[in-house]
């Protein structure tokens, strides 16, 4: 059974960081695509950032420069660094895989999997 547990969400002001953690569990990670989303009360769900399975990483217009997306094949876990936070950074955010690769990481429909959320607020 897929399993994905998002963590590290919290409040932090404008300028702050914050990592974010998914600890995924139920199949083999190292063949999967990962990535994060978020979305805002009242708006539409936003693809930040995603890793394929072969490492390549691509990012929202809106966060680059100022996420990283990370992975511990290891310990199969999938991070986001996000710097110099914003108050439009204000979001539930969520993990999500899918097998194999797609030409579409940053597009929610190309995900299988999803985790719970995890709350960030970003005060100005």
């Known amino acids: 059974q897929v399993q994905l547990v998002e963590s590290g969400g919290g409040s932090v002001q404008s300028g702050g960081s914050l990592r974010l953690s998914c600890a995924a569990s139920?199949?083999?990670?190292?063949?999967?695509?990962m990535a994060w989303f978020r979305q805002a009360p009242g708006k539409e769900r936003e693809g930040v950032a995603a890793?394929?399975?072969?490492?390549?990483?691509v990012y929202g217009d809106s966060v680059k420069g100022r996420f990283t997306i990370s992975q511990d094949n290891a310990k199969n876990t999938l991070y986001l660094q996000m710097n110099s936070l914003e108050a439009e950074d204000t979001a539930m955010y969520y993990c999500?895989?899918?097998?194999?690769?797609?030409?579409?990481?940053?597009?929610?429909?190309?995900?299988?999997?999803w985790g719970q959320g995890t709350q960030v607020t970003v005060s100005s």
């Open positions: 139920g199949f083999t990670y190292s063949i999967y695509s």
């Open positions: 999500a895989a899918r097998r194999g690769k797609t030409s579409y990481l940053l597009r929610g429909w190309a995900y299988n999997f």
């Open positions: 890793i394929d399975s072969d490492g390549s990483t």
